[in-house]
Structures are given as structure tokens and as C-alpha cells.
């Protein structure tokens, strides 16, 4: 019990790694763990969506195969290019730290657009059964912060909030700080949470409309948190301009840009913004397949097995 006390409240120094046995021993750090646990979970749910949305399971597979490493890529490139990393340790110094959230976002939607456009897939009908469950991804991966001592707020100088989980001890300084991390592990749970319920639930939906919601939530969050952190975990922030916030603004006004065009769209197409007067209100009536010739799956979960039962148009593959 004192083992875990001291490891909340920082009380001790905080091992932030752990070793396998192999070799001469291989350090892992519970930073690379809360990443992996979170894209593994939000993978698992993102299965679950676009088999209800009568999308191939498999096309999560290669969705993650192609914008997990772009994502990672981004996400090194703004954080050396915000921080004015030397070219030499672009590479060799990532293990020390330096990846942008901001940055991953940007290099997996670039590829998750390139991989539609190849596969001739709907990217937004794809990216609407993602973009709910990212935010879980987030949450998770912020405590990997958690165990690093990073991307924390001012110093707390009340002593009655000195205690986890409103600030921690950050053994650097030895003073007691703010704990954003937790801050926006929370917000993005909750953000989760809704963005799911509205996915299963929200049966008539344009496609993209979830997409939108996710840009612009993500951003008004970090467009709140990010002047509130230390400066050292303000990407350009000591120099003038903080391109994470410029970036955050730019992620609300894609989203809500995002949020309008689906609707104006579905308004000009379908005749309502929200469901369709003369079509497919669905929008699951092709199904997109991972290969050619993959037939669809009906299940209780599939929203096309409603139509079905409805005597409704069968769905049908597009490759």
C-alpha cells in the first residue's frame, strides 16, 4: 500500500520503466505501454463500429498498419521542427523524448486520406468509426505523462492542494504543480464516452459528422489547457508564438468547417441534414470491403441487417 501512496503522490523517485529478459535486458518505459494499451483498445472498439456500420472488420487492420507508423512520423516531425530539434537527432533522440500529439493527428489523417483515395473507400464513412474512439486512445496515453513527470500546470503554492490527484510532485523542481495530464485524460474520457454512444446509437448520422466533432472538441481543449502548461511543454512557446495553440484553433475551425460541409451536404444530397427523404438514410447500404470479392457480414450489430428486415434494397459490395 505504501508502494502505491508514494508512487501517487510522487512521495519517492518514480521508476518509469521496467526490464524484460531478454538479451543483455530491455528497458521498457510505461510511456510506450499507456500508448500501445490505448491504440490497442480504441482498435478493438473501432471493430466494433465499422462492423456495425457494414465496413470489413479487417479494414482496421490495415487502417492501423498504414497510420500508426505515419502518425508516430508526424507526431516526431512537429515536435523537431516546433522545438528546433538539430537534423541529427531527428532519429537517434526519440527515445529521449519529443513527440507531438498535435503532429500524430496531422501524419495519420494525411494517411488515412492516401489510403482512401487508393482503396477508393469513403474516407469520411471510415474516419467516423475512428475518430470516436481516439479520444480513449488519448486519455489512456496521458498517463504515460503521469509516469514521466511531464505536461504539468503552475506551481500550487495552497497546501491544501498539494495531493493527487489535483496536482503532483514533480521531483525536477520539488514543488507541487498542477496535474493537466489528468486534466485532459479526464475530458478526453468523457469525450470518449459520449462520441461512442452517439456512434452506436445515432443511426441516421452524414457520414463525417463525428469526424468533425472529434477535430473540434480536441482542439477547444488543448486551445484551453495548452497556455495553462509549463512552458517547457508549450511547443514554441518561449519564442513568440505557440504553434500547439495556433494548431488547436486551426483544429476547432476544421471541425466546426467539417461539421457544416457533412450537413450542408447531406441537406443538398438527401433533402435533410440529419437521415436521407429519399434514399439510404442508413448510409450503410454498399459495403466497403478490406479485398475484393469479401462478402458482408450480418449480424445483430450490423445496421444493414435492419434493412433486410425491413425489405429494404439488399446491401452490396463495391469493390
Request: proline share 4%.
Amino acid at each position: 500500500m505504501n508502494t502505491i501512496y508514494n508512487l501517487l503522490s510522487y512521495e519517492t523517485p518514480a521508476n518509469n520503466s521496467f526490464t524484460i529478459p531478454i538479451g543483455e535486458g530491455l528497458e521498457i518505459t510505461y510511456y510506450a505501454v499507456c500508448i500501445v494499451m490505448g491504440l490497442m483498445l480504441a482498435a478493438a472498439l473501432t471493430t466494433l463500429l465499422m462492423h456495425r456500420r457494414n465496413i470489413s472488420t479487417d479494414v482496421v487492420l490495415l487502417c492501423f498498419i498504414v497510420c500508426v507508423p505515419s502518425a508516430i512520423v508526424g507526431a516526431r516531425l512537429y515536435a523537431c521542427l516546433s522545438e528546433n530539434i538539430p537534423v541529427d537527432q531527428w532519429i537517434t533522440g526519440i527515445r529521449n523524448g519529443g513527440l507531438s500529439i498535435m503532429g500524430g493527428i496531422l501524419g495519420g489523417a494525411i494517411s488515412a486520406v492516401i489510403l482512401c483515395l487508393i482503396k477508393r473507400w469513403n474516407f469520411f464513412r471510415i474516419a467516423d468509426c475512428i475518430a470516436p474512439n481516439f479520444p480513449l486512445a488519448q486519455a489512456i496515453g496521458r498517463w504515460g505523462n503521469y509516469f514521466n513527470q511531464e505536461v504539468y500546470g503552475g506551481i500550487v503554492e495552497n497546501v491544501s492542494l498539494q495531493f493527487f490527484p489535483v496536482s503532483v510532485l514533480i521531483e525536477g523542481d520539488g514543488q507541487w504543480h498542477y496535474a493537466f495530464f489528468f486534466y485532459e485524460s479526464v475530458a478526453n474520457f468523457i469525450w470518449f464516452f459520449l462520441l461512442f454512444i452517439l456512434a452506436w446509437n445515432m443511426v441516421k448520422k452524414p457520414n463525417g459528422l463525428f469526424v468533425g466533432m472529434f477535430f473540434a472538441f480536441y482542439g477547444l481543449v488543448r486551445g484551453i489547457m495548452e497556455p495553462l502548461r509549463d512552458a517547457s511543454f508549450q511547443y514554441g512557446g518561449g519564442e513568440g508564438i505557440n504553434s500547439s495553440l495556433v494548431a488547436a484553433y486551426a483544429l476547432i475551425a476544421l471541425g466546426v468547417a467539417i461539421i457544416l460541409f457533412v450537413l450542408i451536404h447531406n441537406k443538398i444530397k438527401e433533402g435533410k441534414f440529419i437521415g436521407s427523404a429519399k434514399g439510404d438514410e442508413y448510409t450503410v447500404t454498399d459495403f466497403i470491403p478490406s479485398e475484393k470479392g469479401e462478402l458482408p457480414l450480418y449480424s445483430s450489430i450490423n445496421y444493414a441487417t435492419k434493412l433486410l428486415n425491413k425489405n429494404q434494397p439488399m446491401p452490396k459490395n463495391k469493390a
